[in-house]
């Protein structure tokens, strides 16, 4: 016979051992991290929920002081975009590409990478990018959003619908039909989504000695 041991965590208070170099300003967080011939970037996005890119004009922003590169989705495509985590049988997988191509899909969708020696260098030549957008209905309500003539998000997913998942078994129909008490509540929950204390921020580092990355990054 196996005996449990109870943890000495549960129920206990437990001296948290990360606050001295926090609250004494020792903490290092990403935007600490300072390498030898970092580049920076910054990010145009969109202010439009849903519209069709109709034009990108970078010449002023790839001319600017310190600016390297100016890229956008057509540079990069969708070789490392990003996937759904949330992966069930019947998910439909849509692309999302780390730059907006043809389309955006979201206030804030990035659709300009600007990288410079400096990060006021990437701020001020982002402000030089011109986008032109033709701007589309948004979907903005999750449950109006799977109804008929909803706009479209993603025309691989009907009725913006990404995947359905049903948790349980047996005959509910059946057993709520002979159940002596029912209840029923509509229930409006909240969006789940992690803030660090730091701003978004990722720091990466090459290798090409032992062909590595290092990545420091303020996420969950």
Same mark, same amino acid.
């Given at each position: 016979?196996?005996t449990?041991?109870?943890?000495?965590a549960?129920?206990?208070?437990?001296?948290r051992?990360?606050?001295?170099?926090?609250?004494?300003?020792r903490?290092?967080?990403?935007?600490?991290?300072?390498?030898?011939?970092? !580049?920076?970037?910054?990010? =145009? @996005?969109?202010?439009y929920?849903?519209?069709?890119?109709t034009?990108i /004009?970078? +010449?002023? #922003?790839s001319?600017?002081?310190?600016?390297v590169?100016?890229?956008?989705?057509?540079?990069?495509g969708?070789?490392?975009?990003?996937?759904c985590?949330?992966?069930v049988p019947?998910t439909?997988e849509?692309p999302?590409p780390? !730059?907006?191509?043809?389309? =955006? @899909?979201?206030?804030?969708?990035a659709?300009?990478?600007?990288?410079? /020696?400096? +990060?006021? #260098?990437?701020?001020?030549?982002a402000?030089?990018?011109?986008v032109?957008?033709?701007?589309l209905?948004?979907?903005?309500?999750?449950?109006?959003?799977?109804k008929?003539?909803a706009?479209?998000?993603?025309?691989?997913a009907p009725?913006?619908v990404?995947?359905?998942w049903?948790?349980?078994?047996?005959?509910?129909e059946?057993?709520?039909?002979?159940a002596?008490?029912?209840?029923?509540?509509r229930?409006?929950?909240q969006?789940?989504i992690?803030?660090?204390m730091?701003?978004?921020?990722?720091?990466?580092?090459?290798?090409?000695?032992t062909?590595?990355?290092?990545?420091?990054?303020s996420?969950?």
């Amino acid at each position: 016979m196996t005996t449990a041991t109870p943890s000495a965590a549960f129920g206990a208070s437990i001296k948290r051992r990360e606050d001295p170099r926090l609250i004494t300003g020792r903490g290092t967080y990403v935007d600490d991290i300072k390498l030898v011939g970092m !580049l920076h970037m910054a990010l =145009v @996005r969109s202010p439009y929920a849903h519209a069709n890119i109709t034009s990108i /004009d970078t +010449a002023a #922003a790839s001319a600017a002081n310190g600016v390297v590169a100016v890229l956008t989705g057509e540079d990069i495509g969708e070789e490392i975009g990003l996937p759904c985590g949330w992966v069930v049988p019947d998910t439909i997988e849509v692309p999302h590409p780390p !730059l907006a191509i043809g389309k =955006v @899909r979201c206030v804030g969708d990035a659709v300009v990478a600007v990288i410079a /020696d400096s +990060a006021s #260098a990437a701020a001020d030549a982002a402000e030089l990018v011109e986008v032109g957008y033709d701007v589309l209905p948004a979907a903005v309500n999750a449950e109006l959003a799977t109804k008929d003539g909803a706009a479209q998000v993603h025309d691989s997913a009907p009725n913006n619908v990404g995947f359905e998942w049903e948790v349980g078994g047996g005959d509910m129909e059946a057993a709520g039909a002979s159940a002596e008490v029912r209840v029923s509540e509509r229930i409006v929950n909240q969006r789940l989504i992690p803030n660090s204390m730091e701003g978004r921020a990722v720091v990466a580092d090459y290798n090409p000695g032992t062909n590595q990355v290092t990545v420091w990054t303020s996420s969950q």
